[in-house]
């Protein structure tokens, strides 16, 4: 079992910038492809950005150019540093994590972290 603890969201005003980060517990799992998504008040759960272990980026059209995704295989960590945020990417923030055992493949996900942007 992956446990994924996520930390760094809080209030920003629109064009600040804030940095999620998010630290896979981990035994003997493998951790593979970890990313972001959001889930604005009301709506549905999308995709922000995945980052293989060949730090291989994969972004949502909507943060392209402000967001970056990056990660420390070493220790497990993902980050999310946004930039020039807007009122429209205030959401819970929930990190995700593919990872490997026993020949199969799982899905973890964080408690997640709430980001809001103040116009």
């Known amino acids: 079992q992956v446990t994924l603890v996520e930390s760094g969201g809080g209030v920003v005003q629109a064009g600040g910038s804030l940095t999620l980060s998010c630290t896979a517990a981990?035994?003997?799992?493998?951790?593979?492809?970890m990313g972001w998504y959001r889930q604005p008040p009301g709506k549905q759960r999308d995709l922000v950005a995945t980052?293989?272990?060949?730090?291989?980026?994969n972004y949502a059209d909507s943060v392209k150019g402000r967001f970056t995704i990056s990660r420390d295989n070493a220790n497990d960590t993902v980050y999310l540093q946004m930039n020039s945020l807007e009122p429209e990417d205030t959401a819970v923030y929930y990190c995700?994590?593919?990872?490997?055992?026993?020949?199969?493949?799982?899905?973890?996900w964080g408690q997640g972290t709430q980001v809001t942007v103040s116009s």
């Open positions: 981990r035994y003997r799992e493998t951790v593979n492809t």
């Open positions: 995700n994590a593919h990872w490997t055992r026993w020949g199969a493949d799982f899905t973890s």
């Open positions: 980052i293989t272990t060949g730090d291989i980026a």
